[in-house]
Structure formats: structure tokens, C-alpha cells
């Protein structure tokens, strides 16, 4: 990359030097840093409209659009729209609230609450601003990037920004157009990729569970809908039939000074659940007076956890525990007590897309989804002989392995470009790479 023939020091830390023609100023010097506003009560349906003029544009929103803001889920009536803030397509903000220091070009016409702050009579070009605020490096010292940064109009108007010409502005602009937007596409690809692999992964584990490995095999109707056609030598049983399931009724939880004892055993909670390994030096620790209380789900190597309340169906394997452990009342844990099932097997019948039959084994509440035990043990599970189970499970040990391993090496190849993007977006923006000369591609029309 060349740089420029001159620097200076710019007296400011994140920017670092820049060209000697270039300035530092603050952003209020381009501008007036105001802030959005809310129609109140915020929920009086008389300020909305589905045929508003202006969307209503919440935090949500600004946090699922990329660069640009291309719509939103609400529209504001005419009177809601009158007592917020109207902005218009090509305007820039920023979240300083909920996703904090998230901005967004509008290409719509909008209105933003006091979540947002807005840049009135903005000269400065607004797509170099975003660009600014996307490298992250100027909230530096300001608290940490999301909801513990600190932002208001002040701390906006006060940060310093690096200035140049009107034309140097819109080369730079153009450049992180182009180059960022290679980097995009990458990304887009691995993305896609990743999500091909997934499918192709469960379509894997669903159809060894239910075939077999033998594509030959001669085929009968299993009499279960959301099954279908298994191998003619396969059977259906139920899962009581086949292990012990046990999950805790009616612990009262673990007060604050309980967890803060010496610790004698790990309490596995459903956010201990992690691609089917449990980490176990992250998880909660108790006492051994409140692990004894209950030694009937106590968790041994070779047990299947699965979650039963809220998000149903999440799979793990208990292994590498090298000290008591013990669950909490949204686990069931499963312990094989019958020569019916591998225990290997049955975690990947489990994991397979037959989880999505849960959904018709699950009673709600008010809000909360919930498996209940004498339900869960009367779903009808697939067996086969218990040799084939040990080839499905080794061969699907296996062959997940390697989707697995393709998988996390796209996402890492995805962290370095987006580390890679960001990095170039701050270079740039701070002069330390000189675009002014650089031969920028035409963009292709869609």
C-alpha cells in the first residue's frame, strides 16, 4: 500500500498521524449533535399508521440493517410523527442506546427516537462518517463497544474526527466501497457455505438414524408419521422402554451465599450447553450439603442431558467430568439401564431432525415452552440391532467431524476477513494508506 509523502502528528490517539494537509477537528464542528424523540406513551396506537409517511425505526432495526436502513416494522401516524424526529433517505444516526454506537444510513423516510442521536446541518460527507464510526476506533477510551458504551451528544459532537478535502473525502469513500465490498462477498460465500454444510450435516444424521448405512436395505412403513419408512429388520420402541429419565422436581434454586461456598460440585445449567460439550470449568459450583440433598441425578460419564423448558431439545454428552456433578430442574438427564441402545446412538437419533418432532410433545405455558417427563418417555424412538447402532454412531462420529471441522474453517477464514475489513477501514480513514491516486473499478449494476 503507498503512503502518503508527509505526516504529521495528530495529536489524537486513535488517528495517530496523518497527512500533513489533512486536519483533526470534532464532529460538533461539522454540525449540530441532537438527539431523536419519542411520541409518549410510546405504545398509544393513535401514533401509528400502516399507511404512515415515516417508518418508526427502533433500536431493533438499526441493529438488523447493515449499512443502509432499508425499512422497519412500523410506520408512525401523522400526529406521532409530528412530536418525533423526521429524517430523510441519505441522512446518517447512531444507537446510543440498547446496541450502542451502531450507525445507519437511512434510505427511507424515518423518525428516531431518543435512542438515536442525529447530525443537523451535517458537512462532512455521511458515508465517510459511517465508515468512521464502523472501524470502531473512535469510541476508544469512551467505555466498550455495544451496551456499555457510553454515548450522548456530547461525548458524539466531542469525538475527533480526521478532515480533508470534499474530493479526498468521496476517493476514500468510493475506495472502502470497493474493497470492503470484495471482502463482503467472501464472506457472503463462506456464509452461505456454512449454512449448506449445516443442512447437508443434518440430512446426514437424519437419514443414517432412519435408513442405516445400507442403501439397499429392503424398506417397511414405521406407522409413524414424522418417521416414515425404516429398514424392514428395524423396530419401534418407546423411550422408557430403553433408559432411565430423571430431572428434578421442585428445587427450590440455589441462593446467592450457596454458590459462593467451597465448591464440591458443578451445577450443569442449559447455558452450559455448547455444540453437545459441556465446559465444565464454566459452570456454576455448590456446596456438597446441597449436592447431597438429591442423589438420584447425580451425572455420570456416558449420560445424555437434554433441555426441557424454555429451549427444548438441546443435546449433550457428559464426559471429561472429573468431579460431582449434579443438574438443575430444566435438564432431564438419560442413563441407559436396557441393552436396547447405544448410548452414542441415541444422542445422534436425538440430534437429529426428528428433534423438531418435539414441538408436538412440548405443553406451553404463558410463554415458556416445556417437555414433560411422562410425555418425553413415550415418544416412539427407532432401534436397530445394536450393531448397526454402533456403526451409525461411529460413522456419523466420524462423518459430522469433518462437516464440522469444514465448518469452523470458514468461520475463522470469516473472523480474519472481518478483522482484515475493519482494520482497512481504519487505515484508511486516518491516511495511513494513499487512495487518491488508486484506479477505482466502475460498480456493476444489478
Not at 470534532?26 to 410510546?42: E, L, M, Q
Not at 439397499?216 to 432411565?244: F, T, V, Y
Request: glycine share 6%; with cysteine.
Amino acid at each position: 500500500m503507498v503512503r502518503y509523502e508527509k505526516y504529521k502528528d495528530s495529536g489524537i490517539a486513535w488517528i495517530g498521524e496523518v497527512p500533513e494537509h489533512w486536519g483533526v477537528r470534532r464532529i460538533k464542528s461539522f454540525c449540530i449533535v441532537k438527539r431523536g424523540a419519542s411520541p409518549r406513551p410510546i405504545d398509544d396506537e393513535k401514533y401509528f399508521d400502516d399507511n404512515g409517511e415515516f417508518a418508526w425505526v427502533r433500536i431493533a432495526d438499526a441493529s438488523a440493517s447493515e449499512r443502509y436502513l432499508l425499512s422497519t416494522t412500523q410506520k408512525l401516524s401523522t400526529l406521532g410523527a409530528s412530536l418525533s424526529i423526521k429524517r430523510f433517505p441519505d441522512d446518517i444516526f447512531l444507537s446510543i442506546a440498547g446496541t450502542v454506537g451502531k450507525a445507519i444510513i437511512t434510505k427511507i423516510k424515518c423518525c428516531i427516537h431518543d435512542g438515536f442521536v442525529w447530525f443537523k446541518n451535517l458537512n462532512y460527507n455521511s458515508e465517510l462518517l459511517y465508515y468512521i464510526f464502523e472501524s470502531g476506533q473512535p469510541y476508544l477510551g469512551l467505555g466498550k463497544m455495544g451496551t456499555q458504551l457510553n454515548l450522548n451528544t456530547d461525548t458524539v459532537g466531542c469525538i475527533f474526527v480526521p478532515y480533508m478535502n470534499r474530493a479526498e473525502q468521496e476517493q476514500i469513500v468510493k475506495y472502502l466501497d470497493w474493497k470492503c465490498g470484495e471482502v463482503d462477498r467472501i464472506v457472503e460465500v463462506r456464509e452461505r457455505q456454512i449454512k449448506l454444510l449445516g443442512e447437508l450435516r443434518t440430512s446426514v444424521i437424519s437419514r443414517a438414524v432412519t435408513r442405516g448405512l445400507n442403501p439397499n436395505a429392503p424398506l417397511k412403513d414405521s406407522g409413524i408419521d414424522w418417521i416414515g419408512q425404516i429398514p424392514e429388520h428395524w423396530e419401534i420402541c418407546r423411550l422408557k422402554n430403553a433408559c432411565s429419565l430423571k430431572g428434578r422436581i421442585g428445587w427450590k434454586g440455589l441462593r446467592s451465599e450457596e454458590f459462593e461456598q467451597i465448591s464440591y460440585a458443578y451445577l450443569v445449567t442449559g447455558q452450559d450447553f455448547h455444540s453437545a460439550i459441556i465446559d465444565w470449568t464454566k459452570c456454576y459450583q455448590i456446596s456438597k450439603e446441597r449436592y447431597d440433598e438429591d442423589p438420584y441425578i447425580q451425572l455420570s460419564n456416558g449420560d445424555l442431558l437434554i433441555t426441557k423448558d424454555g429451549t427444548i431439545g438441546k443435546i449433550a454428552k457428559v464426559s471429561n467430568m472429573d468431579k460431582p456433578s449434579c443438574l438443575n430442574s430444566g435438564i432431564f438427564v438419560m442413563k441407559q439401564t436396557k441393552a436396547l441402545f447405544e448410548q452414542s446412538y441415541l444422542y445422534w437419533l436425538l440430534e437429529s431432525s426428528l428433534l423438531k418432532e418435539f414441538n408436538n410433545y412440548t405443553s406451553t405455558g404463558t410463554t415458556i415452552l416445556h417437555l414433560y417427563q411422562n410425555v418425553f418417555e413415550n415418544m416412539p424412538f427407532i432401534i436397530p440391532s445394536l450393531s448397526e447402532q454402533q456403526q451409525i454412531a461411529e460413522y456419523l462420529d466420524k462423518k459430522t467431524e469433518e462437516i464440522d471441522s469444514t465448518i469452523d474453517k470458514f468461520k475463522v477464514q470469516i473472523d480474519k476477513l472481518k478483522e482484515y475489513r475493519q482494520a482497512l477501514i481504519a487505515e484508511v480513514v486516518t491516511g495511513k494508506i494513499d487512495i487518491r491516486s488508486i484506479e477505482i473499478p466502475i460498480p456493476k449494476s444489478n
